[in-house]
């Protein structure tokens, strides 16, 4: 453990700038650059709100805050795991060169969506404070929820990065699965509208535990309970452990492939 650890060190320079080229590479030729990413959430939030609030009647106090925040923890998994699967293919001609330990490829992609991820959060303080949402001292421990789903996924970006180099059909059917799950979770609906044979199955969705955490800090003032606590953090442990065991078991054949 501790030759990784030293390997870390020695490259946590190179993993900076890989953070800063994958944020630069986003919004180059950018007029407004990286505000943009406080401008997508919350465009797509006043669609949304407009869309769902008015036609299906959701009958969720500050519907356009309890939107948001389901966007900003769903688009960050959607975004950091997306970027993963090509992050190996992308760097093939430098890794074809020197010696860099291939997860920090990956890491990057999941650091840059973080970066992202907190740009959005700004966003979603600036309409809490707009439409005059109570901030409860319990959004002093949203750092736990987010955590958690940076290391899901990490998780799941490590599979699909190692799979994807041999498979590259997983780019277009993993866009379908993304847009499945989405429905899959409540983004846009809450959960008392579910039926009772699907609510299971929403519950199941290891992002359905995480968004509903961060948004009981968030809007609620409302602690995280002992057992949705417990559940992500094995959801997490067991997606970051297996995803690290993928990688390690195909790294060495990456070169073959890229």
């Given at each position: 453990?501790?030759?990784?650890?030293?390997?870390?060190?020695?490259?946590?320079?190179?993993?900076?700038?890989?953070?800063?080229?994958?944020?630069?590479?986003?919004?180059?030729?950018?007029?407004?650059?990286?505000?943009?990413?406080?401008?997508?959430?919350?465009?797509?939030?006043?669609?949304?709100?407009?869309?769902?609030?008015?036609?299906?009647?959701?009958?969720?106090?500050?519907?356009?805050?309890?939107?948001?925040?389901?966007?900003?923890?769903?688009?960050?998994?959607?975004?950091?795991?997306?970027?993963?699967?090509?992050?190996?293919?992308?760097?093939?001609?430098?890794?074809?060169?020197?010696?860099?330990?291939?997860?920090?490829?990956?890491?990057?992609?999941?650091?840059?969506?973080?970066?992202?991820?907190?740009?959005?959060?700004?966003?979603?303080?600036?309409?809490?404070?707009?439409?005059?949402?109570?901030?409860?001292?319990?959004?002093?421990?949203?750092?736990?929820?987010?955590?958690?789903?940076?290391?899901?996924?990490?998780?799941?970006?490590?599979?699909?990065?190692?799979?994807?180099?041999?498979?590259?059909?997983?780019?277009?059917?993993?866009?379908?699965?993304?847009?499945?799950?989405?429905?899959?979770?409540?983004?846009?609906?809450?959960?008392?509208?579910?039926?009772?044979?699907?609510?299971?199955?929403v519950k199941l969705n290891p992002i359905t535990n995480i968004l509903q955490m961060f948004r009981n800090v968030m809007i609620y003032n409302s602690l995280p309970s002992i057992a949705s606590m417990?559940?992500?953090?094995?959801?997490?442990?067991i997606m970051l452990v297996f995803g690290l065991y993928v990688f390690y078991k195909n790294q060495d054949d990456f070169i073959l492939y890229i």
């Open positions: 453990m501790s030759i990784y650890i030293q390997n870390f060190k020695k490259f946590r320079p190179l993993l900076g700038e890989l953070i800063a080229r994958d944020i630069k590479t986003k919004y180059r030729k950018s007029v407004l650059g990286v505000l943009w990413t406080l401008l997508n959430p919350l465009f797509m939030m006043i669609i949304l709100s407009v869309v769902f609030s008015n036609l299906f009647k959701f009958d969720v106090e500050y519907f356009p805050v309890y939107l948001l925040s389901g966007q900003l923890i769903f688009n960050f998994y959607s975004e950091a795991t997306t970027a993963s699967m090509s992050a190996i293919m992308d760097n093939g001609p430098l890794l074809k060169k020197i010696y860099v330990p291939k997860y920090l490829f990956v890491l990057s992609r999941v650091f840059s969506s973080t970066i992202n991820l907190l740009a959005s959060f700004t966003a979603l303080i600036l309409v809490m404070l707009a439409m005059r949402v109570e901030l409860h001292y319990t959004v002093l421990l949203v750092p736990i929820p987010l955590i958690f789903i940076v290391l899901f996924s990490l998780g799941v970006g490590l599979i699909l990065s190692a799979i994807t180099v041999k498979f590259r059909d997983i780019m277009h059917l993993y866009s379908v699965f993304v847009t499945a799950l989405m429905y899959l979770t409540p983004v846009i609906y809450p959960m008392s509208i579910l039926p009772a044979w699907l609510t299971p199955i417990i559940i992500a953090i094995v959801e997490c442990s």
